[in-house]
């Protein structure tokens, strides 16, 4: 911020709900909680985010998005850049914790 820098955070995507044996939807609970405190400091902090789990989440499946437990593919990857862009081109009233107002 003090070389008028737009700080983006980014929330955690979900992994692959295929893989329950490696523990999916114990670690998509966690990323759901992370997220809420990623999504509380951003607006303390008044940055934007891009929201990639909300992203991700709006596919009618997941599964497609993947090439494995973790790492999306090509279509996924394109979710997960239309969300930094949004974050990025949307317009913002952010405010900081501290009352200053974001450039």
Known sequence: ????SLPILG?????NPVYAGLGALERNEWVVRMNDAIRTMARQEGVPVADIHAALMKEP???????DYLH???RGYAIVSRAFFQAITNPRNTTTSSGSSLP
């Open 1 to 4: 911020r003090s070389l008028d």
């Open 11 to 15: 929330t955690i995507p979900p992994v």
């Open 61 to 67: 499946s997941l599964p497609p998005l993947f090439e």
């Open 72 to 74: 999306p593919n090509d």
